[in-house]
């Protein structure tokens, strides 16, 4: 009886182990990204309301197929983890490799991803890049393979630069690098169906962008909530797209829920309609503002500030200046809906635009 009972426990720890083979030590993501674009020092970051962050971005030269940090990033990306490691020694960096920009990106990983040989010359480039340069781990945002067989190729991608990172590991003796992607709101982005088995094997975790929605409507802008946590009567919402990937066969511990430091600005096609689903004229401003640019807007045109609690969302208005943005109460309801639902985390995009810290402290609090 007894050895029945010591034999359960010792091959439940052995699927645990199994299972958890990657993920040793990731109890909690608190994460940020940090941009390099925002030219915010970062020196100033205050590692100690994080438990990972983001060095945003590497680049993927689309002749070579390798990894490479622009000579204007060099000297920051090289000192970026002993800078961040002053405030706390325990946080972990991941280089960023990609971004949301432009279509030569986009491209350039299609071509890269669609021959295993260039593929190789990516994952060895990359871990190369990331030792070099005291990382802890590697992060791909490629924003997104936009067909079956791009989400194919990515699916190799990931179980490749996985086999990779292991053989490295075996042959260093060091922990091997963490590997992480930034992916679509829903494992299914308007029918492009993401590889979920090979996620599931292959990376530590995904960054949810749970944000950016209704943001590039072609039927005519309105007021959306852009970050919705529920969106009643749409699909597109966070919960929507983290049952999604849920019911498609992820562990909720590979999921990390992201939400933006920045806001939707529009200008309101009529000043007294200004709740959600207005019709708008159009953006303000290039349409992206930060949440310490919207506070500055709040306080400076006295401007009204809505919470929703119902889907989520904070918008505030002034004129016909209007903006949709997650502001403290979202960001707490979502950081508790990530735990509740027993997510591996939260992450935000990006660092730069929070108001001294108010709402990376008020994350790390509420995850606790
Ligand atoms: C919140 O937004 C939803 C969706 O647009 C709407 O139905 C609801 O009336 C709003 N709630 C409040 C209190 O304004």
Redesign the pocket.
């Known amino acids: 009886m007894a050895s029945k009972i010591l034999h359960v426990i010792l091959s439940c720890s052995l699927l645990f182990l199994l299972q958890f083979q990657f993920s040793a030590g990731q109890n909690v993501v608190k994460a940020a990204y940090w941009f390099s674009g925002s030219e915010y020092a970062v020196s100033d970051i205050d590692s100690s309301l994080f438990t990972h962050l983001f060095c945003a971005f590497a680049d993927l030269n689309p002749q070579t197929n390798r990894v490479t940090i622009s000579s204007g990033n060099q000297a920051r990306f090289s000192t970026f983890t002993a800078t961040v490691q002053r405030k706390n020694p325990s946080v972990k960096t991941l280089l960023s490799i990609g971004g949301g920009g432009g279509d030569a990106i986009k491209t350039a990983f299609a071509s890269m991803a669609s021959q295993a040989s260039s593929r190789k010359l990516f994952i060895d480039s990359s871990i190369q890049l990331a030792r070099n340069n005291n990382f802890h781990g590697l992060d791909i945002d490629w924003e997104y393979p936009a067909n079956a067989q791009q989400m194919a190729n990515f699916g190799s991608l990931l179980n490749e630069w996985r086999a990779a990172v292991a053989a490295e590991a075996r042959s260093s003796g060091k922990p091997a690098l963490l590997l992480s992607a930034a992916v679509s709101y829903s494992s299914n982005y308007f029918g492009v169906i993401n590889p979920v088995q090979a996620i599931s094997n292959s990376l530590d975790w995904i960054n949810v962008m749970a944000y950016d929605f209704f943001y590039n409507s072609n039927s005519g802008r309105i007021t959306g909530?852009p970050a919705a946590l529920y969106?009643?009567?749409t699909q597109i919402s966070g919960n929507a797209g983290i049952t999604a990937w849920i019911q498609a066969g992820l562990s909720a511990k590979k999921i990390v829920l992201g939400f933006p430091y920045f806001g939707h600005s529009l200008q309101l096609a009529d000043a007294n309609n200004h709740?959600?689903?207005a019709p708008t004229s159009g953006v303000v401003n290039g349409g992206a503002t930060g949440y310490k640019q919207i506070k500055q807007f709040i306080a400076q045109n006295k401007a009204t500030h809505?919470f929703?609690?119902?889907?989520v969302s904070d918008y505030c208005y002034s004129g016909t200046t209007w903006i949709g943005y997650d502001d403290t109460q979202s960001i707490s309801t979502k950081v508790n809906y990530a735990k509740g639902k027993n997510l591996l985390g939260y992450f935000a995009w990006h660092i730069a635009n929070d108001d001294n810290w108010a709402l990376s402290r008020l994350a790390s609090q509420t995850w606790g």
Do not use: I, K
């Open positions: 909530p969106s009643p009567g709740g959600f689903w809505v929703n609690a119902t889907v």
